[in-house]
């Protein structure tokens, strides 16, 4: 998005928000997926990024990338809705025992994951603590550079080594374990 662009959705134009919208939809959608893990889940996450995208536009300086600082948002969206998720998972395994009830969990977009990806390596990344996983998924599934990981995520440089180097060694141990 070039700064015209970005002028234009600051002052409500909904061409050029239909515009920012269909330009990184699917990188949001995609991120939101990664870390969410469900596809219902990330449409939300993702119409809840750029409701607030749009009204933090105000704040946008251009210090960093324009999908650096949408993925930010996306990351805390994700994080907040982790933690809800957490409050209701617990409440729906009580209720599935209480009343014996099968979640069905065959989504289309989680098919496609698992079909770009090796299936072990992503339950694996799945196993680790949010710390570590988001930096996995930024860098190894969406490209990011180290240093735009550390803006997006509001952490040293430093910090994002440490903590990709962490994943990868525990990532290493759980699949050694893994049966062939």
């Known amino acids: 998005m070039d700064s015209h662009w ?5 002052v409500g134009d909904s061409l050029a928000i239909e515009r920012l919208v269909q330009t990184y939809q699917q990188a ?6 990664s870390i969410l893990d469900d596809s219902d889940d990330a449409d939300d996450a993702t119409q809840e990024v750029f ?6 536009l105000e704040s946008f300086r251009g210090n960093a990338s324009f999908k650096t600082w949408l993925f930010s948002i996306t990351v805390n969206v994700c994080r907040t809705r982790l933690g809800r998720l957490k409050n209701r998972g617990r409440l729906e395994q009580i209720l599935q025992s209480l009343f014996h009830i099968r979640s069905e969990q065959a989504y289309p977009e989680n098919e496609a994951i698992q079909h770009e990806s090796d299936t072990a390596l992503w339950q694996a990344i799945h196993t680790l603590a949010d710390k570590h996983r988001i930096p996995v998924i930024l860098r190894y599934y969406h490209d990011l550079p180290i240093d735009e990981i550390a803006e997006t995520l509001g952490v040293p440089v430093g910090t994002v080594h440490s903590r990709l180097n962490h994943a990868r060694e525990r990532l290493r141990a759980l699949l050694k374990e893994e049966p062939r």
């Open 6 to 10: 970005l002028e234009q959705c600051r």
């Open 28 to 33: 949001v959608y995609r991120l939101a997926l």
């Open 51 to 56: 409701v607030a995208a749009l009204r933090a």
